[in-house]
Each structure stands twice: as C-alpha cells, then as structure tokens.
C-alpha cells in the first residue's frame, strides 16, 4: 500500500474518532437481569461487572456504537449450586469464555425515546445478530438506556432441551451514563 | 365395489397372517441372554479410577456353574410362635420343584413364577443347626415380625439333602414390614441383617477379621483414611450393630459404606441402578444381569489382578465344584435365565401400597410452588421425581469425556460424602438422582440412609460437625455433618411443611 494512502486513512480514521469522541457517555452504573421460567415459575437472576463503551448522541444515534461485555462468573440466582452448575461447561463455561460480548452494528431511531439496534452477541463461541429495541431517556443530565429482550439459551449452547426449564429467556439491562 | 372385493382378497389373508404370528410369537417367549459379555460391557460401569481394569467372569465359565433348583419353601417362624411339629411335619414332605418354567406362558405365569424365585433364599444351612430366633433376640434387636409371628426374611426349604433353613433371597433385603404388621414386597427393606448379625458374632464371639481388609469391602486402588485404618474386629461387630433398619452392608460398599436400601416400585422407568449408578437399567436383561451380578458374581469381578471372593486369583478356578467363601454365604450357584427372566417380570410388577397421607390440596399446591421455586423440580422432576441422571459426586472428580458420550450426566456435584462413589467398589465417581416417589414409606435418606426422614433432609443443622445424624450413624463418631444437598434448607417453617407435605404425597 503506498505509504500517502495510508496517512491518509489514517488520518481519516483518527478524525472519525475525535468527531465522535464528544459523544462518548461514560458510564455510571449498570443492571443485568434474566428472568427464566423453569417448572412454570418464573426464576429471576442477575449478573454483574459490566463494562461498555457507548457513543450515543440522541440526535443522531446512527453515528453512534454501544459496545460491552459482561462476566457470566457472578450469575446470581438465588441458589448457589445453581449458580455453579450455570457456571459449568454444559452452561456458560466461566472458564473457557470468561466474558459475554456485545457489540452493536447499526443504531437508529425509531420514535420519541425509542431506538433498535442491531448487535451481535457473543456467548461461549457463538456469535448471533439481534436486534433489540431500547428506549433512552435523559434524566438529571444522565442518559438511561433501557433494554429489554429474549433469546434462545439454546441457541447459544446453554444446556439441553428440557422438559423443565423454558428455551426463551428475557433479559432486561438498565445502563446509567453521562454524556 | 369391484375395489373394495379386491382389497379384502388382499387383506384378510394378510391379517390372518398376522394373527397367526402374533399368536405363535406369544407362545415363543425370547428370553435375553444374563451373561453376554458384550452387554454386560455397556451395562457395567467403570469404578472412578479409570487406570483400573476390570475384568467380569468369562461366559463359558458362568454357564458352566449349577442352577438353583427352586424347590418349594415354608414360613419361618419366631421360635415361641411356631406351629407345634411343624419341623417335622415339613421334614416329612417330598421335595417338589416349585415351577415348570417349561409350561409357563402368560405374563402373568411368568410374575407367578418370579415371585416365588424372589422369595427362593440363595443360602441354605440345615434346619437343625442352632438358630437365635426367640422373642428375646428379636427385643434385643428390634426385628419386626409379622403378627403370627412369622420371620418373612428367611424361608424353610425342603430339599433332597433334607430340611433346609434359609436367607438371602431378594425378599431378605427388599420387604418391609410396617408398623402394622402389613407385608410390602419391594418397599425399602427393613431386615436388620447387619445388626442380627453384629449381635451373634458379639454373643458367641465369633471373630471376624477387620474391614477394609475383608472382600466385602477392599478396592486396591483405595488410599483408605487412617479413621478405618485402625479399626479392629471389635470395631467391626460395633460398626454392624450400628446399621439401622432401611440401611445395609453391600458387598464393595462394607461395613464402613453401609447403603440405603432402594424400594423396587417403579424400577422400570430408572435408568440406573444402585445409588452410584453402577449398572445402567436400558432393558429387563439388565435387571437379570443385575440380580446376577448381586447374588454373587460380582465377588468375581477382577480388578486389575485382584478379585475379592477370598481364595480365588484367576477366573479359570471358578468351577460347579470350588466352594465360594463369600461373607454373605452365597453357594457357588447361578440363577437359570429362565428363572432371572420371571423374577425381573415380578420385579417390574410390584405396585406400591396406597398412600395413607392425607394432606389438603391447598397445602400441596403450595408445596408444588416451592418444590419448582427452590429447583427441586430440576432434579427430580415428575412424573419420576427424578430426571434419571448421574452427578458427579464431588466437584474434583474430573469427568472421562468417554463418560460424557456414554452417560446421561448432570454435570453438578450435590457434594454429600463422596466415599462410596469414590473409594468403594461399587463406586462409580458418580450419585444418581434417587426418585422422591414412595417417600413417604421409606426410612432411610441420602446414599448412606444418614438420615431417617424428609424432614432431617431439609434440616439446616444437619450440615453443622455437632449433629447427631437420626438415620445411619458410624460408631466410633458421636456427631456427624450430614453434608450436601443444600436445597430447601432456609424455608420458613410453613413453606417447609407444604413442602414436606408435597413429598410425602408423591
């Protein structure tokens, strides 16, 4: 590659970033809920130590990105030997895939407060596009960006067909920034 | 019109056809073969040390060994309640075989038949050697009996070498007597054989060489705890009188991994046997080889160069002539096919007595709420109250990847005392789920029965070292922590009824 060519994509690229830099919501807390039925009652979970990187600027959310990971290895459900076997190799295999990956690929509005946004999500070693819708709403200066949506465990390797416990589990997420 | 004349020219000669077969083939019943070693390769599982080779008895060599011969048999009574002459009366009567497996053809034949191989004791003595079986014995040991005073663990047997005294036949371990006097076939055993037999051998001072180095009980892989290092006979016959009702000593388990007698009803639906798993239940020649295997063969697995019936080094020394030395007295006999094939056909009929529980459906709503809320539901779900899978039985046991391929495993360990699963030789590195229905008739919980009731299983304090277990308790250990399984313990005192009544009504 010529070398002026390369300056100037790099060059480019560098000027992407700062343009978009003053968009960069840093966050400030973060909540992770599943909710999954198992025997027909409802079972409620969380999960912590969030990391994102979000560039969001209401105006114009298709510039934007939203990036993040999560640590499946502090699942909660309220049992802790459940929590150890979600942990294990036939569910989240904390030790072979220690983060949960999500990384969107287009965001755009829909109406008002209401946004959808193509991800990919990346649990274990598989790697699916979702789309999910998510609201955002700016309160004392932060911005909230609510989301809440459904997978298939089974798609993403998480245990066996059962009889018992439900395929579709909804997640809820609840991110707190300031822009 | 035309049509149909010519359909029915086609289909009834083709469905008196198959009537015909069907008829033929009921009459021809195919009997699996007990001792295939291909099957007996996939149905056997492997102890947890996987270097250990083992080796089951040749085919040739197991066919080779004589039958029982079911002969007819009589009650056993408490001294102080027998029949006036009986023995005599007994001793007069003819041997007379008790089934012609040749001329059974129904299925219900077939249950017949097996009943009465369930209830054939494996190990005769003469009739008139001295037996302890007075009222006083059974005070001293808590026996139950029935109300005419019948023993129903033992049977007479009248055989040409003369009258017979006998146990161990599959009733010895798998009837109960309740409260009541009532007889249930295939309920947890309550045959106090191991303290019956503690008492004799203290009585009469007979001595009995320690475990871990009697056959009952020595893996050669095991590194075995200095606690049972140091135990001497005298330990021994204390460790037998420990062992409560519901509970017994198993050959490969011992006296230091005394088991929770299983009740049989519903055996069909489970897909492994005994608490470890040890042999998979994929069809009834499995439950044939099962019984096979646990009336004596199974002495004869060789373990690397080890095989644990005393005095044998090679498989080639097993003949119809050499006298086995088992500890339980077994004679160097082998079922028929034919009788091990009619005993798992009664052993697949056995229906449990009706729940005398009465609870009201609000209560067991409720308990069927918690049950879901708390997970039990996920490992023992109905209608079986259990989802018929291994565990590993303690989280550092590393899974084989062949074990991943070939069992069906629930890959969390519920951490209660690994020692049978790990360091006995009817270990597997594995617990299985046990079933929750007909808990409420049972007495003995968790694989080493530690426990007498649903309710000490949900009892937070029996996970603290100064608990006094109600059910089995060791006895060189004053307190004990019944470990593991920590499911459902910090209900409130509510929810724990409701949750112990829905048990109890499965």
């Known amino acids: 590659m010529p070398k002026s060519v390369f300056t100037l994509i790099l060059i480019l690229f560098t000027f992407a970033v700062s343009a978009q830099e003053k968009d960069q919501v840093n966050l400030v807390s973060s909540e992770v809920s599943f909710v999954i039925k198992n025997a027909g009652i409802n079972v409620d979970g969380s999960m912590e130590g969030l990391t994102a990187n979000i560039l969001f600027n209401p105006k114009k959310p298709q510039k934007g990105s939203i990036s993040g990971t999560l640590d499946p290895a502090t699942i909660k459900t309220g049992i802790g030997m459940r929590d150890k076997h979600l942990k294990n190799e036939d569910y989240f295999d904390v030790e072979n895939y220690p983060q949960i990956k999500m990384q969107s690929n287009s965001l755009r509005k829909l109406q008002g407060n209401q946004y959808e946004g193509l991800f990919t999500l990346t649990i274990k070693d598989i790697t699916r596009e979702i789309s999910l819708p998510f609201t955002v709403t700016e309160e004392n200066d932060q911005f909230i960006f609510d989301t809440s949506f459904e997978i298939n465990r089974q798609d993403f390797g998480l245990g066996d067909d059962s009889i018992i416990l439900s395929d579709m589990v909804k997640i809820n997420i609840r991110l707190t920034g300031t822009p | 019109m035309k049509k149909i004349k010519y359909a029915l020219a086609i289909l009834l000669p083709g469905a008196a056809l198959l009537i015909l077969l069907a008829i033929t083939s009921s009459k021809k019943i195919d009997i699996p073969k007990t001792w295939d070693m291909e099957e007996i390769k996939r149905f056997h599982l492997h102890p947890p040390n996987r270097n250990v080779k083992v080796k089951y008895v040749p085919e040739d060599i197991y066919y080779n060994l004589k039958e029982f011969v079911l002969y007819k048999n009589y009650p056993l009574y408490v001294k102080e309640y027998e029949p006036e002459n009986y023995q005599d009366s007994l001793a007069s009567l003819a041997p007379e075989i008790a089934v012609d497996f040749s001329k059974l053809v129904t299925e219900e034949d077939w249950i017949k038949a097996g009943k009465l191989v369930f209830n054939m004791p494996a190990s005769l003595t003469p009739a008139n050697t001295p037996l302890f079986l007075d009222s006083a014995f059974i005070n001293l040991t808590g026996l139950e009996m029935l109300p005419d005073g019948e023993y129903p663990y033992g049977r007479y047997v009248q055989t040409p070498e003369g009258l017979m005294r006998g146990i161990l036949s599959c009733a010895s371990c798998h009837t109960k007597v309740t409260e009541d006097g009532e007889l249930i076939e295939g309920g947890q055993g309550d045959f106090i054989f191991d303290r019956q037999f503690g008492f004799i051998v203290e009585r009469f001072s007979i001595p009995i060489p320690p475990d871990p180095d009697g056959s009952v009980v020595f893996a050669p892989w095991v590194d075995y705890d200095e606690r049972f290092k140091k135990w001497t006979s005298k330990d021994q016959k204390l460790a037998l009188k420990a062992i409560p009702p519901g509970v017994m000593v198993r050959q490969g388990g011992g006296v230091i991994s005394p088991i929770a007698i299983p009740s049989l009803f519903g055996i069909k639906d489970i897909k492994y046997m005994d608490r470890t798993g040890l042999m998979k239940h994929e069809n009834i020649g499995d439950l044939m080889r099962y019984a096979a295997f646990n009336q004596g063969l199974d002495m004869f697995n060789k373990y690397d160069d080890y095989i644990p019936m005393s005095g044998f080094e090679s498989h080639e020394q097993i003949t119809p002539e050499e006298e086995w030395s088992h ?150 250990l004053e307190t004990m922590a019944v470990k593991g399984h920590p499911f459902g313990l910090e209900l409130n005192k509510e929810d724990k009824s409701a949750l112990v009544a829905y048990i109890k009504s499965l």
């Not at chain 2, 009929?349 to 529980?357: G, I, T, V």
């Open chain 2, 327 to 476: 500890p339980f007295g077994y004679a160097n006999r082998r079922y028929s096919d034919e009788q091990l094939y009619a005993l798992a056909k009664y052993v697949y009929s056995l229906e449990p007595p009706e729940n005398p529980n009465k609870f009201s459906a609000e209560l067991l709503e409720r308990g069927e709420v918690i049950f879901a809320e708390q997970g039990c539901v996920t490992c023992h779900p109905p209608p079986l109250f259990t989802n018929n899978k291994l565990l590993p039985a303690t989280s550092d046991f590393e899974i084989p990847e062949e074990d991943k391929q070939e069992l069906d495993i629930f890959n969390i360990s519920v951490e209660t005392d690994p020692f049978l699963a790990m360091k006995t030789r009817r270990g597997t590195g594995y617990y299985k789920v046990p079933s929750l229905r007909g808990a409420w008739m049972r007495e003995a919980f968790f694989h080493n029965g530690n426990l007498a009731s649903v309710e000490d299983v949900l009892d937070p304090a029996r996970l603290e070292e100064s608990y006094v277990p109600t059910g089995f308790k060791p006895h060189d």
